[in-house]
């Protein structure tokens, strides 16, 4: 792209106006077209340097800090196109005050960002909105096919995922068969566990011991250590429901709350880095938007430039506009 000055006749001044809507809409648009066009592009040029494959293409962080610096420079080049449109298309003014001149050029140009923001987060609201609506569909169809197959199999439709039923599950796990263990009677053909043997209490059912042994893991994820009088009730239902003893209840119990305290660590750590992540996001964006406005200002004002001293823009060795 190159410039040149021409020494034509000067500009005829069209009527006198404050703000000139046509042009500034026009840039936004453009600036709005251009970015989508070099988005796409970007998307493309990503897709082809990163791999699903180990050890393959560029990593993961990698390719996130080339996307986002990719994503500001096309932002702030857009603005900058979208604010130039803008300046070299507004009519000029009949005055010889040349700073109130150019701030009026550059206001142009923050017409521009300012459509050019709103129009954007309005595209992004939109396909959230359209996102939403699809995964609002998908999760009506999953629970459709959910309750028809819950209707065969009933467990299944009240199955829970939470962190505290897998450490029940761990804690009610039956206890490794030993030669020697006389606790318990015989296992019932088809795998059914046998009555127990007489002076021994019968085992509760687990849908009762769930809710009370959830309480109690839960509260004691919030202190250092589980609660003495918790952890000897815990330890006592365990060894009620698989047969083993009190010392080995307790073992199980102790490995499944440090099981779990790792566990509720790991999704903390992993909310708080996704925090950081979110904060560093959007004060990038604020500062990628803010450079964005300067870009659009200033090329406003280039553009009012070279419309005042009919300066011809060349490219590709054309001076037409495409």
């Not at 954007?120 to 999760?139: E, H, M, N, Q």
Request: aromatic residues 6%; neutral net charge.
């Amino acid at each position: 792209m190159a410039v040149a000055t021409t020494t034509a006749d000067p500009v005829e001044t069209g009527p006198f106006r404050y703000l000139d809507w046509g042009p500034v809409i026009l840039g936004a648009l453009g600036a709005a077209a251009m970015s989508i066009v070099l988005l796409a592009f970007g998307s493309a040029l990503g897709l082809s340097v990163v791999s699903p494959y180990p050890y393959a293409g560029i990593s993961g962080k990698g390719a996130a800090v080339l996307a986002a610096v990719y994503l500001a420079l096309v932002m702030v080049a857009s603005f900058a196109a979208g604010g130039y449109i803008a300046g070299r298309m507004r009519s000029p003014w009949r005055t010889t005050d040349e700073v109130e001149s150019q701030f009026r050029d550059g206001a142009h140009g923050f017409g521009v960002w300012s459509i050019g923001v709103l129009l954007g987060a309005a595209l992004a609201a939109s396909g959230v909105g359209a996102v939403l609506s699809a995964a609002g569909k998908a999760t009506t169809a999953i629970a459709a096919a959910g309750t028809a197959g819950a209707a065969s199999n009933p467990a299944l439709g009240q199955l829970s995922l939470r962190p505290t039923d897998y450490a029940i599950d761990r804690l009610l796990a039956p206890a490794p068969a030993r030669p020697a263990d006389t606790a318990m009677a015989p296992a019932a053909p088809g795998g059914a566990q046998g009555a127990p043997i007489a002076g021994m209490p019968a085992p509760r059912a687990r849908t009762d011991l769930e809710a009370p042994m959830a309480r109690a893991l839960a509260a004691g994820l919030t202190t250092p250590q589980l609660d003495v009088r918790d952890r000897t009730y815990l330890a006592r239902l365990v060894a009620e429901q698989t047969g083993m003893s009190q010392a080995e209840a307790e073992k199980r119990v102790d490995e499944t709350f440090a099981d779990l305290k790792v566990a509720e660590q790991k999704a903390r750590d992993a909310a708080d880095a996704a925090r950081k992540t979110a904060i560093l996001a959007a004060f990038l964006a604020a500062a990628t938007l803010a450079i964005g406005c300067a870009a659009a200002c200033a090329g406003a004002g280039l553009g009012a430039r070279h419309r005042d001293e009919r300066t011809a823009v060349t490219f590709l060795g054309s001076t037409r506009f495409w």
